[in-house]
Structure formats: C-alpha cells, structure tokens
C-alpha cells in the first residue's frame, strides 16, 4: 500500500513542466528547514565544522541554498522516475570532461566512477544510461516491494543496477575485470567494518574502502564524476581525474585521496552537497559524539 501510494505520487509530481521543481524548492527551503529541525542542525554543524572561517552569515545562507538543492532532489524524482529517458536526458546541457570517460571505457582496463551525494545524483544514473557498458552499484531498500519498484524504473533504459551485497561485489568485481564501468557513491558511511577513519575537510571521517580497493584489485582508470544542477530544469555533468594517491597500496593513502576527489567535487558549487546527511556520526574511539 505504501509502496503503491508513493508512486502515485511520484506520478503526480512528473506532471510539473521540467522548472517547476527547482522554481518550487526555492521557494519553499525556508519551510523545509523549519519542518525538518533535526536535518537542518546536521547541515549547520557540518558546515560549522568543515567551512570553520566562513562567517554566520554566509553559512546560513549555504544551509537554505543546500535546503533548496535537498528539496529539489525529492521533487525531481517524479521525472527521474516517469519521463521517458530521451526527454529527459536532453535536460543536460553538456559534460565537462567528457573525453576522460570516453577514454576510460575505450582504455579495457575498466572504470570507476565515484559519484558523492551533490546536486542531481539521481539524474546523473538516468544520463550515464546513454553509454553503454556503465553499472550502477545501489543499496538495496529494506522492503523487497521498493526495490522492485525502483528496479523497475531505473532499468528501464537497459541500466545494469548491482546491489551492494556479497554477490553483487562479486559482479562488480568481474564488470570491471572485463573492461567495463561502474558507478558508486563514496561519501555513504559504510557498516561492518567496512570502513577507515580518514580526513574529510579535515575532520576524521569513517570512509568506505570499497573504491581504493576496486583500484588495487583491477587497475581500473577512477574519475570524480557530478551532475550540477542548473536554474531552470537543466544539468551539467562534470567528469574529473581522481587524486593520484588513489593508486597508492595504502589503503589510509588511498581512502584520504577518495575523500580529496569528494572535495574537489563540493568546491563546484557547496551548496549543492547533501550537507543534512550526517556524515560525521560515527567517531573515533574516545571522541564525543559530533551531532549533540
């Protein structure tokens, strides 16, 4: 039922012209803010912490803009999920280093993609559909109902999504081996001792070892990958090169290179990073807690 009654909505939001979204998340930021307390406190204390000399002022600011941006990306899934992919991938207005992703997946050594949460993250699934060979690595939803809803329509352009369980990483593994690309978010906390403690705007972060170790194993080409998103219903996709010390055999070397190529990324435009995740939640052994 539930299930049921979300992609209605979804149905219902796809029926606003391509603007309407961002036009309405705007303008109603403000409103978001006040109804979401706990997420606007996650978004103050990241950016007091990881932009410390920039004024209240501005940081204000950064935390409705970021608001706007967070809202936008709910309204945009009505689209994302119900307009036909040629309509929508038309949205974008161009890649900003689109000869880096050509290359990579014509080089046989396969591809990474680390792709953070900034801007339109979702969107950018639906555009990379439009070359072949790139998976998108998911986590799956706790309901089986929202995962086959969600399968259902991101594949619908042929898109090959890999979960992120055990024999999903054993699928990533070989998509890779064969020359292939692959998409994967790196700023998603990781449980299960997944992860390793390394600087993110200088704060020790728990960051997934996921990405160095695909590098390690596979000698695959990595690129920082964004969809920024533009006033008006459009987009633009920037492809950069990963930080060198990605290649490093430390996995520390290597995990602080991961979380560099996220900053780099934000440094596009700050207020597109999803600041409300609560990044910083897990701390080192002896640290206070980071969300008070």
Same mark, same amino acid.
């Given at each position: 039922?539930?299930?049921?009654?979300?992609?209605?909505?979804?149905?219902?939001?796809?029926?606003?012209?391509? #603007?309407?979204?961002?036009?309405?998340?705007?303008? $109603?930021?403000?409103?978001?803010?006040?109804?979401?307390?706990?997420?606007? /406190? +996650?978004?103050?204390?990241?950016?007091?912490?990881?932009?410390?000399?920039?004024?209240?002022? *501005?940081?204000?600011?950064?935390?409705?803009?970021?608001?706007?941006?967070?809202?936008?990306?709910?309204?945009? +899934? #009505?689209?994302?999920?119900?307009?036909?992919? *040629?309509? &929508?991938?038309?949205?974008?207005?161009?890649?900003?280093? *689109?000869?880096?992703?050509?290359?990579?997946?014509?080089?046989?050594?396969? &591809?990474?993609? =680390?792709?953070?949460?900034?801007?339109?993250?979702?969107?950018?699934?639906?555009?990379?559909?439009?070359?072949?060979?790139?998976?998108?690595?998911?986590?799956?939803?706790?309901?089986?109902? =929202?995962?086959?809803?969600?399968? *259902?329509?991101?594949?619908?352009?042929?898109?090959?999504?890999?979960?992120?369980?055990?024999?999903?990483?054993?699928? &990533?593994?070989? /998509?890779?081996?064969?020359?292939?690309?692959?998409?994967?978010?790196?700023?998603?906390?990781? $449980?299960?001792?997944?992860?390793?403690?390394?600087?993110?705007?200088?704060?020790?972060?728990?960051?997934?070892?996921?990405?160095?170790?695909?590098?390690?194993?596979?000698?695959?080409?990595?690129? $920082?990958?964004?969809?920024?998103?533009?006033?008006?219903?459009?987009?633009?996709? /920037?492809?950069?090169?990963?930080?060198?010390?990605? /290649?490093?055999?430390?996995? &520390?070397?290597?995990? +602080?290179?991961?979380?560099?190529?996220?900053?780099?990324? @934000?440094? @596009?435009?700050?207020?597109?990073?999803?600041?409300?995740?609560?990044?910083?939640?897990?701390?080192?052994?002896?640290?206070?807690?980071?969300?008070?």
């Amino acid at each position: 039922m539930i299930v049921s009654l979300a992609k209605f909505v979804l149905w219902l939001l796809s029926l606003m012209p391509a #603007g309407m979204p961002y036009w309405l998340a705007e303008r $109603s930021a403000g409103l978001w803010m006040v109804l979401s307390p706990t997420k606007r /406190h +996650t978004a103050e204390r990241n950016l007091q912490r990881c932009y410390p000399d920039m004024g209240d002022e *501005e940081r204000a600011r950064l935390v409705r803009d970021s608001f706007h941006h967070y809202l936008c990306s709910i309204l945009e +899934t #009505g689209h994302n999920w119900y307009w036909p992919l *040629e309509r &929508l991938q038309a949205r974008c207005d161009g890649i900003v280093g *689109e000869e880096l992703l050509r290359e990579g997946l014509e080089s046989g050594r396969g &591809l990474v993609a =680390l792709a953070p949460h900034f801007g339109a993250w979702e969107y950018l699934g639906v555009y990379l559909q439009r070359f072949s060979g790139i998976a998108i690595l998911y986590k799956p939803p706790a309901s089986p109902r =929202l995962e086959k809803a969600l399968l *259902e329509r991101r594949r619908r352009g042929g898109a090959n999504l890999i979960p992120a369980t055990a024999a999903g990483l054993r699928q &990533l593994y070989a /998509h890779i081996r064969s020359g292939k690309g692959a998409g994967i978010l790196p700023d998603q906390q990781p $449980s299960g001792g997944r992860g390793r403690f390394v600087p993110f705007f200088g704060i020790q972060a728990l960051t997934g070892v996921l990405a160095p170790r695909l590098v390690q194993r596979t000698g695959c080409v990595v690129l $920082s990958t964004v969809c920024e998103r533009l006033p008006g219903g459009r987009y633009r996709v /920037h492809f950069m090169p990963a930080d060198e010390e990605i /290649h490093s055999r430390d996995l &520390l070397t290597a995990l +602080t290179a991961v979380n560099r190529g996220v900053e780099r990324c @934000i440094a @596009i435009d700050p207020a597109q990073y999803l600041w409300s995740y609560k990044r910083f939640k897990a701390r080192p052994e002896g640290e206070p807690p980071f969300y008070d």
